[in-house]
């Protein structure tokens, strides 16, 4: 008897009674203090990246003007009678592998997304998407003995003047790389769109085709947009690639047969060991380090605008 008379309180009553007991209220102070050191994990090193760039790229400009880190044209750290650190030879290497990456990967992301959200049947899908993620998953460092191996023998059967070490190569394979983030992102941003807009377009008289490169596309283009600025954000950052198949050669020349370096590249060449410890070389490391955060953290916010300037809301 009691215990029916128990189940039939309300609760509304049986909630608060455990409020008065403590126990909610002891759970309840207990989870939003994990969680928000679990956030703050994150914060902080975030802040601690940052502060350690800054510091280290103050004590590289107190040898080298920052006058000369922008403008010099040259880059010669290992010159012992004329050293020389100008950024723009690995800043030309950086965007010349970006610039191959982002021809090879959009067209070819966008059409596989496209397909995937439009044409593909539920049992292609499941297939491909698998797919894509074992592609995403290779690491950088077997990417880039593919470039050296494959990628590169095959081009000099075509073009016998490409250098061993060139841009076209490596370039070519950050594309593929990166090509699961486009075709992810913007998968998922041409699927978000509601699917009366296509039937309304289909209503009208519209093609299959018209359907999609005029009404679903353009209603996705903010999430499509920030999808390819994110994935040349990772290009840009790409490093073992580069360093691998791209040579060593820091120079402010465009042509794309020959060997280059990029910033990333050269920070790995440094940080080998065999550099010694507060020498100049050394904190160019972090100048260089601080630079292409700088450039990184530029494309993030531009993907960012892109997506709130752009945003259907449905």
Do not use: C
């Amino acid at each position: 008897m009691k215990t029916n008379d128990k189940q039939n309180i309300p609760v509304r009553r049986l909630l608060d009674e455990k409020f008065e007991s403590g126990f909610l209220s002891r759970r309840e102070k207990v989870i939003p203090i994990f969680l928000f050191l679990m956030a703050a994990v994150s914060v902080v090193t975030t802040i601690g990246i940052v502060m350690t760039l800054i510091v280290e790229t103050f004590t590289f400009f107190k040898e080298i003007t920052v006058t000369e880190f922008l403008s010099a044209k040259e880059w010669y750290p290992f010159s012992e009678s004329a050293a020389s650190y100008g950024i723009l030879p690995l800043f030309v290497g950086t965007l010349k592998i970006t610039l191959i990456a982002s021809i090879t990967a959009v067209p070819i992301g966008l059409a596989v997304a496209v397909y995937l959200s439009e044409y593909a049947s539920e049992t292609v899908r499941k297939l491909m998407k698998p797919v894509l993620e074992v592609l995403a998953g290779v690491p950088t460092i077997v990417y880039g003995f593919f470039a050296l191996t494959f990628v590169t023998p095959v081009l000099r059967t075509m073009f016998p003047s490409l250098e061993m070490f060139n841009a076209i190569s490596p370039g070519i394979v950050v594309g593929m790389m990166i090509i699961p983030m486009i075709v992810s992102l913007s998968e998922d941003a041409l699927s978000s769109v509601p699917h009366a807009v296509r039937h309304g377009a289909l209503a009208l008289g519209a093609t299959k085709w018209e359907m999609t490169w005029r009404v679903a596309f353009p209603a996705a283009l903010s999430g499509i947009t920030a999808s390819i600025v994110l994935a040349i954000s990772r290009a840009i950052g790409e490093t073992m690639i580069v360093s691998i198949a791209g040579g060593s050669t820091p120079t402010a020349s465009w042509d794309l047969t020959a060997s280059l370096q990029t910033m990333t590249s050269y920070i790995v060449q440094v940080s080998t060991g065999d550099v010694g410890y507060g020498t100049t070389i050394y904190y160019s490391i972090y100048a260089v380090g601080f630079t292409l955060f700088l450039f990184t953290l530029a494309m993030n916010m531009l993907a960012q605008r892109i997506s709130r300037k752009f945003r259907e809301e449905y």
